[in-house]
């Protein structure tokens, strides 16, 4: 078989590959991540690159493009996703991070970490107490607390006999929850005890977020966010579930999300002086595809009538099992799921926010890819899922960004002379726009007669002037905002509203009857929830009701990897919720066409929006 070398710039990273292979599939080999929202089906048009050299047939989409001989590619920046890895608080401003000790005290969870360290000093065995090594060391952390089930693995078995000999018998075991017993992870010479962290990650199907925690003093060391790798091979779960299904598709998949997290993980360990052998575990939160394609598990049936994922509740694993890099006998958690597109990032959400145990109904909206509704008190919960795909999360659009340094997050125009006041994160210069961004752009925009309540753009000025994508709007020099980006935010807004009308429909209650709205996602402080309201995103109600969350999903992780009892709660959450699916509702697409206006077709639902 013709092989041949393609160099991809400005990395000079090259990767020989056989015939007829395409671009984006040499560049996924290479290491190269290009923009490829569609999974290489050709139609979303975000994998341009330029051929320097070579023949190939075709020189504009990656995807399309199939290699015929040694080549060099350059990726220009606009087809690049952002790998940068990013702290937090630039992500999700100041009210992403929960203070951990605070949350556990208010929800009444007791400290106690998936992995624990107990220092031990045992007594030398003699003629009169010479029980074996192995019940030794159990009988010494029983007297420190009971443990219905204790097991440990052959691994630390073989090397115990000597290792408690030469650390003249005092030494710190590491103690794991592992599904319904509690596992010796590692016995160490000496007392490590005071060097015990974990990681809780929450694995978006576009960003992924994750935090560095001291299991000792409940504290977060740190918190990075990075886009998920998984990204080159479709922006949505269902583009990744097809891709999985192709040959080694779900391997690129499952090492994708790895290496992100690897990279992560490195980062934050680095930067806080900490032993990688002294992370002794990790807690996940994700939809349900992506914690299927964290373990390498076969998504397909996801998809599919009548929708079955192989497992909602999966089991504690070594994390090396996933190929993550922290301890080697390390333990991977993942918070339970609800069914295919209700998954542990809800179960989390609902978690973190207090909603399970509100006296008031009460309703949970995770803005995301993938977002999730979840309605319901202490006596009930029902949730749904609604692909509003990544516009709100930056990604998709024209300028779209994630909501980091320079990200245009508020917008003011005059209406007399349509002058643009932008507004970004750290003052910085702008160099695109995020999610908060783009629903002050829209709402300005209908306010200033831009725009008409279907989305098209028909003021005459010279800030409006036509491209390839319809008619486009001119925020600061190329920053602009055209038809088909209006479109995109119009059809996510709609998936999301009438996702929460119809569920509060189904249960035969009036949106007036939700007393608190919990609003997740990556908004931080900075959505304007009057903007919200005026393009129809959320339901129009008194402004006192809502409240901003933040990544709610890490927000759980974080309680459950420090907490045993937020563990059961978590477990509890999952099996309590029902879920619905709107697919089978008759009057869901009625909801959903009515809502593809600015704010909506039936205005009486948002009396107060005037414009």
């Not at 003629?127 to 009988?139: G, H, W």
């Not at 998920?228 to 999300?257: P, T, W």
């Amino acid at each position: 078989m013709d092989k041949f070398k393609v160099t991809f710039l400005p990395e000079n990273k090259t990767i020989e590959v056989a015939k007829d292979t395409t671009i984006l599939s040499a560049a996924i080999s290479a290491g190269v991540s290009i923009n490829s929202a569609c999974g290489g089906d050709g139609v979303c048009g975000k994998c341009k690159v330029k051929i320097k050299s070579g023949k190939a047939e075709q020189i504009h989409l990656a995807c399309q493009s199939p290699v015929h001989s040694d080549l060099e590619v350059e990726v220009p920046p606009e087809s690049r996703l952002d790998e940068k890895v990013i702290e937090l608080k630039d992500l999700y401003s100041a009210s992403e991070d929960i203070d951990a000790s605070k949350a556990l005290k208010d929800q009444a969870f007791k400290h106690s970490p998936l992995s624990a360290k107990f220092f031990l000093k045992l007594p030398k065995p003699n003629l009169d107490d010479s029980i074996s090594d192995l019940e030794r060391l159990y009988r010494e952390l029983r007297k420190l607390q009971s443990f219905p089930v204790m097991q440990t693995g052959l691994t630390n078995i073989r090397q115990l006999g000597e290792l408690l000999r030469d650390s003249d018998w005092q030494v710190t075991v590491t103690l794991g929850k592992r599904n319904d017993t509690v596992e010796i992870v590692l016995v160490e010479p000496g007392d490590t005890s005071g060097k015990n962290y974990g990681m809780a990650f929450d694995i978006g199907t576009t960003t992924i977020s994750g935090q560095l925690v001291d299991l000792n003093t409940m504290q977060v060391l740190g918190t990075k966010a990075s886009y998920n790798k998984q990204a080159s091979f479709g922006s949505d779960v269902i583009s990744r579930i097809i891709y999985a299904h192709e040959e080694g598709g779900l391997e690129k998949l499952h090492s994708a999300v790895i290496e992100t997290m690897n990279h992560m993980i490195h980062e934050l360990t680095t930067e806080h002086n900490v032993d990688l052998n002294d992370v002794t575990c990790m807690l996940c939160a994700g939809n349900t595809t992506m914690m299927h394609l964290l373990l390498s598990v076969d998504p397909t049936y996801i998809r599919k009538e009548p929708y079955v994922p192989t497992a909602n509740f999966l089991p504690v694993v070594r994390a090396k099992e996933a190929g993550v890099n922290i301890n080697p006998r390390g333990l991977l958690s993942c918070v339970p799921g609800v069914s295919s597109y209700v998954g542990g990032d809800t179960t989390s959400g609902v978690l973190s926010s207090g909603l399970y145990k509100e006296e008031e109904l009460s309703i949970l909206i995770d803005i995301g890819t993938n977002g999730e509704i979840c309605l319901g008190n202490k006596d009930f919960l029902v949730a749904c899922a609604a692909s509003a795909g990544p516009a709100f999360e930056g990604s998709g659009l024209t300028c779209g960004m994630r909501a980091s340094r320079g990200a245009i997050q508020e917008v003011k125009i005059n209406p007399k002379d349509l002058k643009v006041t932008p507004e970004t994160i750290g003052n910085a210069k702008p160099v695109g726009i995020c999610g908060s961004g783009y629903i002050d752009l829209i709402a300005e925009m209908l306010k200033a007669g831009i725009i008409d309540k279907a989305g098209k753009i028909i003021a005459e000025n010279e800030r409006v002037r036509v491209s390839d994508m319809g008619k486009e709007f001119v925020i600061v020099d190329d920053i602009v905002i055209n038809e088909a980006d209006i479109e995109n935010l119009k059809r996510a807004k709609a998936a999301i509203y009438s996702a929460g009308a119809i569920l509060v429909k189904h249960m035969g209650l009036e949106m007036d009857a939700v007393k608190k709205i919990f609003i997740a996602g990556g908004f931080g402080t900075s959505l304007d929830v009057e903007k919200a309201i005026e393009i129809g995103l959320l339901p129009d109600l008194p402004r006192k009701r809502f409240k901003f969350i933040g990544n709610s999903s890490l927000a759980g992780a974080r309680q459950i990897i420090l907490s045993v009892d937020a563990q059961k709660c978590a477990d509890e959450i999952a099996r309590k919720i029902t879920y619905f699916e709107l697919s089978v509702d008759p009057g869901y697409m009625d909801q959903y066409m009515a809502a593809l206006f600015f704010p909506h077709t039936d205005l009486k639902r948002f009396p107060t929006v005037k414009f």
